[in-house]
């Protein structure tokens, strides 16, 4: 073999070396099913949002490989934090979050969960937010017409008002309202907001503070009514409900952020294929209609941005906690 | 009438062709998932959902509908066959399917389930033709305090389950309840029990995960023992004679019919039960009011009957606070709510009026499919009994293979693949000590629902137990309540008071 043929031998090998190293920094794309952590039960608020994106997912292809939506409800999200924790530097794993994702790390040191160091965020698609709820029949809140009524009537009596579950977002809420107005009540635990709107409708509890989906059923058929939204402007899903902000309690605002985050430890490309894979979902027409229709607020954040408002929203949400117990 | 006509024009929707293709399908995926360990119809339905995006909502809710009843049936065949229950709902299903199979009357046990499921089914869809709204209004008024006095009935009818060694049926419900205390104290949100800070622990211990072990693992342990790894079956004959025999003892399981029919359906409406506990409490309560209780969990197609009916009767009923609440009655109806809110429809007290073609279509459909899993079930009765003619040194590590992947697939995590090794053990040696297993079983079940009512009950009567008795206040959880304490005192006392009595005859 002459030189000028090795030579070329070792042209054409290192021409290939080249191509196929810059085959392999294509963008990635997922080799596997992607799980999606739930850190709560099936049917709930969360559940309902995880199933949608896989389902937009899945329609239209947005993805190579399926999407599998997995609860892990233990804990108060305690369980799911923990798997992704462990997760660091998996490709195929995503996590959805509820409020739990600030509130737990917290209550629960022993778990050992750093919220900054241990997840990846990715984006935030919808802001959910809360309303005061009555029964329209209510046996105790009969007469109660607006949100100022209803604090004269909460500040005499112990009402019963039906939650998600211990230090959820509802009871941190029962606790800001307890400092700002004067009142309390007794807190009853159900499983999940559908249990909990019916609990109200049925007579068992005075008041909730229901997200917009969890009481829409009982909302359209005139069971119950909503007093106040806590939130700067009105909804368009519930138009005659006044914001807090029109009565004049700014303070009273509050959200339920539904976000996503990757484990700890991923690739900038991992990271940037599943931000532009949340970002198609988010702009996909059937989302927008479904969640408009729904009374979520659609509120897209990346990047610095997100960083910045989980920042802010932990340490809102440490001080809550501090006040509470 | 108005009814008869939504009725009829819901059996007509369900019976053009193209819904009428996918019912049957879903009822062949439903007995599939249902006999596999590990996939029950919540799996199924959670993965079948993306594909009903492409259909319109009327035939995709008959396709899982039909996937979910197909479940209730299928979850029998692996129970009876191979011992391991196929779906939690099947667990009850394994009591007295399981010995009846290897006492050679497989053929009846199967039958039983299928006929019991069928009856269960359609008396249930019955029921909610009929009384759909005033029911809502029944599971609307069924509170905590209720709900209470409901758990504590059926765990009085299990101190009768494990015969008439009471304190050895007593300890096997502490220990049951002693396990469904592990994880997330309900309350406080604190975690209880955390063994070694597991984190696995943290779900705690999940119900399939224990029936599967001390059922399939345990039951292979034994069998292997008691087969040497022989054919366990040598003559199994299917001939007509066979069939009518079957059939026959059917004439017996009435009483079970009833109870499982309409217990099972009345539980199914109840939020947060589902067919489960639906299933295990008919199983409780038929056994303690048959004449011949003993002979339960030896092998009576009463013991099939009851569990199977109660089952179907409760998947059916868990669809109505669903259709007219919007809150699931059990996980797999959680999913197939969340797919009704995806197809743009908003369960509620609405959605009668407002979707007619829907829910009708849904109903009219349930009687289709509970016509058409009947027959697929009884035309495979000789495929299934196939299985008993394997030798059971091939058969065991299929079992084995099946339990493991049954312990895996409900929470995806080897931790319980351990715990359920574990829990099969412990079984054979409980077994070997004749121990009852199944009340550890219930009690883990139904621990959870009855630690929540009891919990919020007390919450709201600032922690007066006075809330259970009050007929005036709260009629339904004290009229229960005192059923519950009837039945709490007569298998306890029963044999104290026969043995007092014969003292007394012979003196």
Redesign the interface.
């Known amino acids: 073999m002459s030189i000028i043929k090795k030579l070329a031998l070792v042209v054409v090998s290192l021409s290939l070396v080249a191509v196929s190293s810059v085959s392999s920094a294509k963008p990635f794309s997922p080799k596997k099913p992607v799980e999606l952590i739930i850190p709560a ?3 709930g608020g969360a ?2 949002i995880a ?2 994106v ?2 937009v997912i ?2 239209n292809d947005y993805a190579s490989k ?1 999407v599998i ?2 609860n ?5 999200g ?2 799911a934090m ?2 992704v924790k462990k997760k660091a530097g998996d490709e195929h794993t995503l996590i959805i979050t509820l409020n739990n994702v600030l509130t737990t790390p917290v ?2 040191p ?2 050992g969960i750093d919220f900054f160091n241990d997840f990846t965020p990715l984006a935030r698609l919808i802001t959910d937010t809360f309303l005061v709820w009555i029964a329209t029949e209510g046996k105790n809140t009969a007469g109660v017409e607006t949100f100022d009524d209803f604090i004269d009537l909460a500040k005499g009596n112990g009402l ?1 008002m039906g939650g998600t ?4 977002e509802d009871e941190l809420l029962l606790g800001m309202m307890r400092g700002q107005f004067g009142f309390d009540a ?6 999940g907001g ?2 909990v ?3 109200l ?4 509890s005075d008041f909730t503070l229901n997200n917009p ?1 969890e009481q ?3 909302y ?2 005139g ?1 119950s009514k909503a007093l106040v939204m806590m939130t700067p402007e009105r909804n368009p899903a519930f138009p005659e409900v006044p914001s807090s902000y029109e009565l004049g309690y700014p303070d009273l605002e509050y959200y339920m952020m539904r976000a996503f985050m990757a484990p700890a430890g991923i690739d900038a490309e991992v990271e940037k294929y599943y931000t532009g894979l949340l970002h198609t979902v988010y702009h996909d027409d059937e989302f927008q209609t ?1 969640n408009i229709d729904d009374g979520k607020l659609m509120s897209w954040l990346e990047g610095f941005g997100l960083k910045d408002f989980l920042a802010i929203e932990y340490a809102k949400h440490g001080e809550i906690i501090k006040n509470f117990n | 009438m108005e009814t008869v006509g939504f009725l009829l024009d819901g059996i007509f929707t369900s019976l053009q062709w193209f819904n009428l293709a996918l019912l049957i399908f879903g009822c062949l995926i439903g007995l599939f998932v249902g006999a596999m360990p590990g996939l029950g119809s919540v799996n199924g339905v959670a993965i079948l959902i993306p594909i009903t995006f492409i259909i319109p909502p009327t035939a995709a809710i008959i396709f899982l509908a039909a996937v979910y009843y197909g479940a209730m049936y299928g979850g029998a065949i692996s129970s009876v066959m191979l011992g391991i229950p196929g779906a939690s709902t099947a667990v009850a299903t394994v009591f007295d399917g399981r010995p009846l199979a290897v006492k050679g009357e497989a053929m009846t046990a199967l039958t039983a389930a299928a006929v019991g499921s069928f009856v269960g089914g359609t008396v249930s869809v019955i029921l909610f033709t009929l009384f759909a709204p005033p029911l809502a209004e029944v599971a609307l008024r069924f509170n905590a305090p209720e709900t209470f006095a409901l758990m504590v009935m059926a765990f009085a009818t299990f101190v009768g389950l494990g015969g008439d060694d009471v304190p050895k049926t007593i300890f096997s419900i502490l220990i049951g309840l002693a396990l469904s205390t592990i994880g997330l104290d309900l309350i406080t949100g604190k975690p209880r029990l955390i063994f070694f800070n597991i984190p696995g622990f943290l779900h705690g211990i999940n119900f399939l995960v224990l029936a599967i072990g001390i059922y399939g693992i345990g039951e292979m342990l034994w069998t292997l023992e008691e087969t040497k790894g022989k054919v366990q079956m040598s003559k199994l004959s299917v001939n007509m004679k066979e069939v009518g025999r079957a059939f026959g003892a059917l004439k017996k399981t009435i009483m079970a019919m009833n109870i499982g029919s309409f217990l099972g359906f009345f539980v199914g409406i109840l939020p947060a039960a589902g067919a489960t506990p639906a299933s295990l409490m008919s199983y409780g309560i038929t056994k303690q009011l048959s004449k011949n209780s003993k002979e339960f969990g030896d092998g009576v197609p009463a013991g099939v009957v009851a569990p199977e009916c109660a089952n179907n009767s409760a998947s059916t009923g868990s669809m109505l606070p669903m259709l007219t609440l919007g809150i699931p009655g059990s996980p797999t109806t959680a999913i197939l709510l969340g797919g009704m809110i995806l197809w743009g429809l908003t369960p509620g007290p609405l959605l009668f009026t407002q979707e007619p073609e829907f829910v009708w279509g849904l109903i009219g459909s349930l009687y289709i499919a509970n016509f058409f899993t009947l027959v697929l079930n009884i035309a495979l009765i000789p495929a299934f009994l196939m299985v008993l003619r394997i030798p059971f040194a091939i058969l065991a590590p299929v079992i084995f293979v099946l339990c493991v992947t049954g312990g895996y697939a409900p929470t995806q995590s080897l931790h319980d693949v351990w715990l359920m090794l574990l829990f099969g053990f412990a079984g054979y040696i409980l077994r070997k000590l004749d121990y009852p297993v199944a009340p550890a079983v219930l009690s883990i079940v139904l621990g959870p629902l009855a630690e929540k009512a009891l919990r919020q009950s007390l919450i709201l009567s600032d922690g007066s137990m006075g809330i259970f008795f009050d007929v005036s206040e709260k009629p339904i959880a004290a009229v229960i309540m005192y059923i519950a304490i009837v039945l709490l005192i007569m298998p306890a006392f029963g044999p104290l008071y026969r043995r007092f009595f014969k003292k007394k005859q012979t003196a």
Do not use: H
């Open positions: 039960g099936q049917g559940d309902e199933r949608l896989q389902g899945e329609k399926p939506p997995i892990k409800s233990g804990g108060s305690g369980e923990t798997y209550n629960q022993e778990l019963v579950g211990s230090m959820s007794k807190y009853v635990p159900y499983s559908g249990a709107a019916k609990g409708v049925g007579g068992e989906s829409m059923g009982f359209q058929s069971d479904f």
